[in-house]
């Protein structure tokens, strides 16, 4: 399998004017990076939906940090640390727990609108592995949508912050080892857009619709990951993709996100007779790690030759529920489900990847001038399973590092080298003579990583998938010159790094569950 570049240069290149930083992707981490990095220079911020598409809408629980009087860092790292299951760069969740707070109460100062309450205190949650209540929240179950509307607007009124919507960026422009910018497609444009940059910084988000049952958004196809694997830029730990324990089982929502926050207020999971299971399999039961609850929720459906199991919150108050929960309540209604008077059909859902580009504690990556940030990154601050609420954090302390990171490259940056948009500089490699359909591919694909790498592997179904799935990226035949076959490319791409790092890691280590 060939992981260079495979694009389409037959088409014309339009080269624009160069920037000092080029931010790709527009969730918490691209938003935070862009307004950090426009202190240092002229930014040019590019998506491929619009400015509010991205995970960090969709997040319910809230953002991690040790602000009240009887949390503290220390308790954030043991938890975290935990939660890793041994894989977690010390010195990278020192970092995140440390700096963690001071980044947060500049989300405060910027008007994040945090719940409080009468007396004006901040409101916090528990979820999932947390010892105590650490989570702040916003609007009930609406933290992710407050972000990223304040940071949003804060984004497109900044005189040095150029957006680009709906810019699909589809490759790096490299010399050497040395990224210059990035090449990307225009919606309703046919020519390839060069746009040069002293200093390229991804954040482009997760890769979950390489699944079938994911609760990610349709953006989310592994763009990031697989630009930079083809321009030679190091990956690491893609074995570990955590699956959230509780997306809703239903025709009309599928995959929508029940927050870790609904079993930290009280819920119970319970299987088909009813029974609750938990403490079977944890201590803490419902509030355990991630992968292990979605491993025992897998276990019960296996059982009992279920598709779902259930979240039981008929013990809470009615009235609680709808104010707590107010997003998920009214999705639930939608569908007629009342939570407060049924319980929740529920499965796990592909839901983050902790693997990624892998980056030094500044963003760096392998390539010089390149940096990453937010889930599209690996610093090693989540190891095998990332602890809950800590992916909001994880994008504030290093976009932070990144953005200083990057203002000091740029500062003594020797220029853009201009022979690097001559088009047909890349040449597309040989196409098969049987070319692949994309929406059935796509569909093939997607629902082979859930059937053979998802919660639980094993090794005969590792081996299989990553064959059908080379033969796949060896036979794509279509010209690359439009958004979706080169999300499928991108999708492709990634699905083999993570079934290839499932391969080679034979332990079971936290979101990473080898039967054999």
């Given at each position: 399998m060939n992981l260079k570049s495979?694009?389409?240069?037959?088409?014309?290149?339009?080269?624009?004017?160069?920037?000092?930083?080029?931010?790709?992707?527009?969730?918490?981490?691209?938003?935070?990076?862009?307004?950090?990095?426009?202190?240092?220079?002229?930014?040019?911020?590019?998506?491929?939906?619009?400015?509010?598409?991205?995970?960090?809408?969709?997040?319910?629980?809230?953002?991690?940090?040790?602000?009240?009087?009887?949390?503290?860092?220390?308790?954030?790292?043991?938890?975290?640390?935990?939660?890793?299951?041994?894989?977690?760069?010390?010195?990278?969740?020192?970092?995140?727990?440390?700096?963690?707070?001071?980044?947060?109460?500049?989300?405060?100062?910027?008007?994040?609108?945090?719940?409080?309450?009468?007396?004006?205190?901040?409101?916090?949650?528990?979820?999932?592995?947390?010892?105590?209540?650490?989570?702040?929240?916003?609007?009930?179950?609406?933290?992710?949508?407050?972000?990223?509307?304040?940071?949003?607007?804060?984004?497109?009124?900044?005189?040095?912050?150029r957006c680009m919507e709906r810019v699909f960026v589809a490759d790096l422009l490299t010399s050497g080892d040395t990224c210059h910018g990035v090449l990307a497609l225009q919606e309703g444009r046919e020519t390839w857009l060069a746009f040069p940059g002293k200093a390229t910084i991804l954040a482009t988000g997760g890769l979950g619709q390489v699944y079938a049952f994911t609760t990610n958004p349709a953006v989310a196809t592994g763009d990031g990951v697989a630009m930079a694997c083809r321009a030679g830029a190091e990956v690491a730990d893609m074995e570990f993709v955590q699956f959230h324990p509780t997306a809703l089982?239903?025709?009309?929502?599928?995959?929508?996100?029940?927050?870790?926050?609904?079993?930290?207020?009280?819920?119970?999971?319970?299987?088909?007779?009813?029974?609750?299971?938990?403490?079977?399999?944890?201590?803490?039961?419902?509030?355990?790690?991630?992968?292990?609850?979605?491993?025992?929720?897998?276990?019960?459906?296996?059982?009992?030759?279920?598709?779902?199991?259930?979240?039981?919150?008929?013990?809470?108050?009615?009235?609680?529920?709808?104010?707590?929960?107010?997003?998920?309540?009214?999705?639930?209604?939608?569908?007629?489900?009342?939570?407060?008077?049924?319980?929740?059909?529920?499965?796990?859902?592909?839901?983050?990847?902790?693997?990624?580009?892998?980056?030094?504690?500044?963003?760096?990556?392998?390539?010089?001038?390149?940096?990453?940030?937010?889930?599209?990154?690996?610093?090693?601050?989540?190891?095998?399973?990332r602890l809950a609420s800590n992916s909001l954090l994880d994008a504030l302390v290093f976009g932070y590092r990144a953005a200083a990171a990057a203002a000091a490259y740029v500062q003594c940056h020797p220029g853009i080298p201009r022979e690097l948009y001559r088009p047909g500089k890349l040449n597309p490699r040989a196409r098969s003579e049987e070319p692949l359909e994309i929406e059935g591919t796509r569909r093939r694909l997607r629902e082979l990583m859930q059937r053979e790498a998802g919660v639980i592997r094993h090794r005969e179904g590792l081996a299989r998938a990553k064959k059908e799935i080379g033969q796949m990226l060896d036979n794509l035949s279509f010209p690359f010159r439009d958004r979706q076959s080169l999300e499928l490319l991108n999708m492709l791409t990634v699905a083999h790094l993570i079934l290839s790092a499932a391969e080679q890691r034979k332990e079971s280590r936290g979101s990473h569950y080898r039967l054999d």
């Open positions: 495979r694009l389409d240069f037959s088409l014309d290149v339009t080269v624009t004017e160069a920037s000092d930083f080029i931010v790709v992707g527009s969730g918490i981490a691209g938003l935070y990076t862009a307004l950090k990095a426009a202190e240092h220079g002229r930014v040019l911020l590019l998506t491929k939906e619009g400015l509010d598409t991205s995970a960090t809408y969709y997040a319910q629980g809230g953002i991690a940090a040790a602000l009240a009087e009887e949390d503290d860092p220390e308790l954030h790292l043991e938890d975290t640390l935990a939660a890793g299951a041994g894989l977690c760069r010390r010195e990278a969740v020192e970092i995140l727990v440390r700096e963690g707070p001071r980044r947060v109460r500049e989300l405060l100062d910027m008007g994040v609108p945090f719940d409080r309450d009468a007396e004006g205190n901040l409101l916090l949650a528990r979820e999932g592995a947390h010892r105590c209540r650490r989570i702040l929240r916003a609007g009930g179950d609406a933290t992710g949508k407050a972000i990223q509307t304040t940071l949003s607007c804060m984004v497109k009124r900044h005189p040095d912050i089982f239903h025709p009309r929502q599928p995959g929508f996100l029940i927050s870790e926050a609904v079993r930290g207020e009280g819920g119970r999971l319970i299987n088909h007779r009813g029974e609750r299971f938990m403490p079977r399999y944890h201590p803490q039961a419902e509030l355990a790690p991630r992968d292990i609850v979605s491993r025992a929720i897998f276990s019960e459906m296996r059982r009992h030759g279920t598709d779902c199991v259930y979240l039981d919150l008929t013990h809470l108050p009615g009235r609680f529920l709808k104010d707590r929960f107010p997003t998920i309540y009214a999705t639930l209604a939608a569908c007629g489900v009342d939570m407060a008077a049924e319980p929740v059909p529920v499965a796990p859902a592909a839901h983050y990847s902790m693997g990624g580009i892998k980056t030094n504690l500044h963003g760096e990556t392998s390539i010089r001038g390149l940096y990453a940030v937010g889930e599209v990154a690996c610093n090693g601050v989540h190891g095998a399973n």
